[in-house]
Each structure stands twice: as C-alpha cells, then as structure tokens.
Nanobody
C-alpha cells in the first residue's frame, strides 16, 4: 500500500493542525494505521494507532487528550487531529500501515510508511 501524508506546517503553541494520510494500492480497511513522529536528533516515536474498523484508538502518553486519530475507510484516509500543540511536538510526522493484530506501537510492526510531513510549533 502507498501512503501519502499531508497537512504539516507552522503553527503557534496552543494551536491546532490536522494531518491526513491517503492510502492507495490495496484494501485500506485491511490495515491498522499508526502515526509516528521524529524530532531532529531523536528516534522515531509512536504517537498513536487506530484499528481497522476505527472503533479503537491508542495514544502515547505525551499526546493523550490532545491528539485524536480517525479514519474514513470509504476515502482510504486516516487523520491526526492535533490540538493544544506544544513546541516539543515539533517533528516530522509519519503515517504507517500494519497487518499486525493487536495494538502496534513499534516501528518494526509496520509494513508500509508514508514520506512524512513536517510540523513546526513555535513558542
């Protein structure tokens, strides 16, 4: 499956941004989807994931209550709504698809990756 992330940009602290990730090539609803991020000089870290049907989501503690993942299987798209953004949320954000069953929190569990979109939060 091919993934294309978009929606990144520059936003002030406290602001909001919504990222999108469009999938193509295979049946989107066969994959759980995840969002990861990588700040300069740091390892890629888990942000959250959503199950195939969209009925369950899981988040890293650092974003819980501020970020929301949703998906529209009819549009082959997954979203990451980011509210109350902080400067420490600055990173390249990646969407990824996994065939894994259960909650996938690690990069090695994901089979396909998008190209990333940069989010910069100014203080």
């Amino acid at each position: 499956v091919q993934l294309q992330a978009s929606g990144g940009g520059l936003v002030q602290a406290g602001g909001s941004l919504r990222l999108s990730c469009a999938a193509s090539g295979r049946t989107f609803s066969n994959y759980a989807m995840g969002w990861f991020r990588q700040a300069p000089g740091k390892e890629r870290e888990f942000v959250g994931t959503i199950r195939r049907s969209g009925d369950n989501t899981y988040y890293a503690d650092s974003v819980k209550g501020r970020f929301t993942i949703s998906r529209d299987n009819a549009k082959n798209t997954v979203y990451l709504q980011m509210n109350s953004l902080k400067p420490e949320d600055t990173a390249v954000y990646y969407c990824a698809a996994t065939e894994a069953v259960g909650v996938a929190r690690y990069t090695w569990e994901y089979n396909y990756w998008g190209q990333g979109t940069l989010v910069t939060v100014s203080s």
